[in-house]
């Protein structure tokens, strides 16, 4: 079965940091662009961080560059998010989300992807 599994999400303070799995099974990330969007409420899913795994090439929004970093494991076939310095705007249901093509620009522009996770939730407050 093709899936992939988000976890780690979870209550912060503002200035905390958390760390965000998304472990692919059924399938590898060899060769994928692998993204974290996020849907706050009220408000359109964006894209946060994307990488492309065969190069490890990366993308940022606006928002969260400095602050968020995407990785991956291979031999575990994860990738990771993690957030420092975590603002209540964080707040929100994050998502990763898998095309296995490698089309980096393709998932985080247009969000086109063969796998989503059914997403983490993320909240930021004091």
């Known amino acids: 079965q093709v899936q992939l599994v988000e976890s780690g999400g979870g209550l912060v303070q503002p200035g905390g940091s958390l760390r965000l799995s998304c472990a692919a099974s059924?399938?590898?990330?060899?060769?994928?662009?692998i993204a974290w969007f996020r849907r706050a409420p009220g408000k359109e899913r964006e894209g946060v961080a994307c990488?492309?795994?065969?190069?490890?090439?990366?993308l940022y929004a606006d928002s969260v560059q400095g602050r968020f970093t995407i990785s991956r494991d291979s031999a575990k076939n994860t990738v990771y998010l993690q957030m420092n310095n975590m603002k209540p705007e964080d707040t929100a249901v994050y998502y990763c989300?898998?095309?296995?093509?490698?089309?980096?620009?393709?998932?985080?522009?247009?969000?086109?992807?063969?796998?989503w996770g059914l997403g983490t939730q993320v909240t930021v407050s004091s």
């Open positions: 990488i492309h795994d065969r190069d490890g090439s990366t």
């Open positions: 989300a898998a095309n296995r093509r490698g089309w980096l620009l393709a998932l985080w522009q247009r969000q086109q992807a063969d796998s």
């Open positions: 059924g399938f590898t990330l060899a060769g994928a662009s």
